[in-house]
């Protein structure tokens, strides 16, 4: 017999998931947070947690599909498509060598109430350091326009996100901003670089993580892959709409913010913050 109980609470973090992956105020401080105040916080839920990105991610593919077919079309005969491709794969590769080096002992160290608090507010800071900048730093405008040096630099602030509560779109979106990006080109290269990554962390840890699962587990994770794709479905189309006028100043406050609630929580007994 299905349990309702349990499948509302994964359409809950599959909505969590999907707001905020691809926003610059970490998915998984959010999904800590839900998961503690649901009751679903168990070693099971952490798979589910990573795992649900893949609906996230489906999303992404979905709103960009045109330019990953064209891509795809022209990979063979296409410099532009050939160097667009090398460049998402120099991206990807520092985040997997460092998370299979390190990802175990920052997983021990550093998920600590005052790690994550301090991530949180010290990512908020930064966002209003980058919206300083003046209009002159910006030297790439569009994705295409990026070199394989960039690229690595961006996959190198990418891995900054290992750290408990620092946001992997944030550290890709403001760490390419402050590399010369755009706001648009280091949003929509964030995007891009989130297809390998977060793909490969969910089929990482389900086969890591495989002893803990069963057939009874479909529906929850069906249920949590859905609502993740309809809540990040609206936010990338949103967010693509609300760069090409705004800033992300708002965001910056908001992870000041959480920070505090961070320390709040884990000060009353709320939330274990652990991983």
Same mark, same amino acid.
Request: proline share 3%; with cysteine.
């Given at each position: 017999? /299905? =349990? /309702?109980?349990?499948? $509302?609470? $994964?359409? +809950?973090?599959? +909505? &969590?998931?999907?707001?905020?992956?691809?926003?610059? !105020?970490?998915?998984?401080?959010?999904? !800590? %947070?839900?998961?503690? /105040?649901?009751?679903?916080?168990?070693?099971?839920?952490?798979? #589910?947690?990573?795992?649900? *990105?893949?609906?996230?991610?489906?999303?992404?593919?979905? &709103?960009?599909? *045109?330019?990953?077919?064209?891509?795809?079309?022209?990979?063979?005969?296409?410099?532009?498509?050939?160097?667009?491709? !090398?460049?998402?794969?120099?991206?990807?590769? @520092?985040? +997997?060598? %460092?998370?299979?080096?390190?990802?175990?002992?920052?997983?021990?160290? %550093?998920?600590?109430?005052?790690?994550?608090?301090?991530?949180?507010?010290?990512?908020? #800071?930064?966002?209003?350091?980058?919206?300083?900048? @003046?209009?002159?730093?910006?030297?790439?405008?569009?994705? =295409?326009?990026?070199?394989?040096?960039?690229?690595?630099?961006?996959?190198?602030?990418?891995?900054?996100?290992?750290?408990?509560?620092?946001?992997?779109?944030?550290?890709?979106?403001?760490?390419?901003?402050?590399?010369?990006?755009?706001?648009?080109?280091?949003?929509?290269?964030? #995007? #891009?670089?989130?297809?390998?990554?977060?793909?490969?962390?969910?089929?990482?840890?389900?086969?890591?993580?495989?002893?803990?699962?069963?057939?009874? =587990?479909?529906?929850?994770?069906?249920?949590?892959? /859905?609502?993740?794709?309809?809540?990040?479905?609206?936010? +990338?189309?949103?967010?693509?709409?609300?760069?090409?006028?705004?800033?992300?100043?708002?965001?910056?406050?908001?992870?000041?913010?959480?920070?505090?609630?961070? %320390?709040?929580?884990?000060?009353?007994?709320?939330?274990?913050?652990?991983?």
């Amino acid at each position: 017999m /299905l =349990d /309702l109980v349990l499948l $509302a609470k $994964a359409a +809950v973090m599959g +909505v &969590v998931e999907g707001l905020t992956e691809f926003l610059p !105020i970490s998915s998984t401080g959010h999904l !800590i %947070l839900a998961g503690a /105040l649901l009751g679903f916080d168990d070693a099971k839920s952490k798979v #589910f947690d990573i795992a649900i *990105q893949t609906g996230a991610i489906l999303a992404v593919i979905i &709103v960009y599909w *045109q330019k990953l077919r064209s891509t795809a079309a022209g990979i063979a005969s296409d410099a532009a498509a050939r160097r667009f491709v !090398i460049n998402v794969a120099i991206g990807f590769l @520092p985040a +997997v060598l %460092l998370g299979l080096l390190f990802g175990k002992a920052i997983k021990a160290h %550093l998920f600590t109430p005052t790690v994550v608090a301090t991530t949180f507010i010290i990512g908020g #800071f930064i966002i209003l350091w980058a919206e300083r900048r @003046p209009a002159s730093a910006v030297r790439v405008q569009d994705v =295409d326009q990026m070199t394989p040096l960039d690229a690595l630099k961006v996959g190198l602030v990418q891995c900054l996100a290992m750290v408990p509560g620092t946001s992997r779109s944030g550290a890709t979106i403001i760490g390419g901003m402050l590399l010369g990006l755009s706001r648009k080109a280091a949003t929509d290269y964030s #995007f #891009f670089l989130a297809i390998p990554t977060l793909i490969g962390a969910g089929l990482y840890s389900l086969y890591k993580e495989r002893a803990l699962l069963s057939v009874a =587990d479909l529906p929850m994770f069906g249920v949590g892959l /859905l609502f993740s794709f309809i809540s990040a479905w609206i936010c +990338v189309r949103w967010l693509l709409r609300y760069i090409s006028t705004h800033n992300f100043v708002p965001f910056a406050w908001y992870r000041i913010v959480f920070g505090l609630v961070v %320390l709040g929580t884990s000060w009353s007994g709320l939330v274990e913050w652990s991983a």
